[in-house]
Nanobody, 124 residues
Framework: HVQLVESGGGLVQAGASLRLSCAASGRTSSPYVMGWFRQAPGTEREFLAA????????FYAEYVNGRFTISRVNAANTLYLQMSGLKPEDTAVYYC?????????????????WGKGTHVTVSS
């Protein structure tokens, strides 16, 4: 099993930047793909970005539109999401995810491990 704990959320103004972190523990030696999702009230959890453990291949949702960057530091078992140019519509709970495959790039269904989420609120 893998445990995931997100941090770094908060209240920011439109146009600001924010970096989210996700600390992984447990079976971190396994080559999990890690990623970020978000869920706003009344909406489905949507994929944002993912990164493979070795090789560092990255995947992004089209609507991220170059504003978000995913990275990971395996030695620290930590995943990051750097967000810039934040907009009020980015307000959501942001979740860290881990899965043995890149299937998460097609959606939240079937993802093996989730964190509890961190709230991001962007004011206009």
């Amino acid at each position: 099993h893998v445990q995931l704990v997100e941090s770094g959320g908060g209240l920011v103004q439109a146009g600001a930047s924010l970096r989210l972190s996700c600390a992984a523990s447990g079976r971190t030696s396994s080559p999990y793909v890690m990623g970020w999702f978000r869920q706003a009230p009344g909406t489905e959890r949507e994929f944002l970005a993912a990164i493979t453990k070795f090789g560092g291949s990255t995947f992004y949702a089209e609507y991220v539109n170059g504003r978000f960057t995913i990275s990971r530091v395996n030695a620290a078992n930590t995943l990051y999401l750097q967000m810039s140019g934040l907009k009020p519509e980015d307000t959501a709970v942001y979740y860290c995810a881990a899965d043995p495959s890149t299937a998460m790039t097609r959606g939240a269904a079937g993802v093996h491990y989730w964190g509890k989420g961190t709230h991001v609120t962007v004011s206009s």
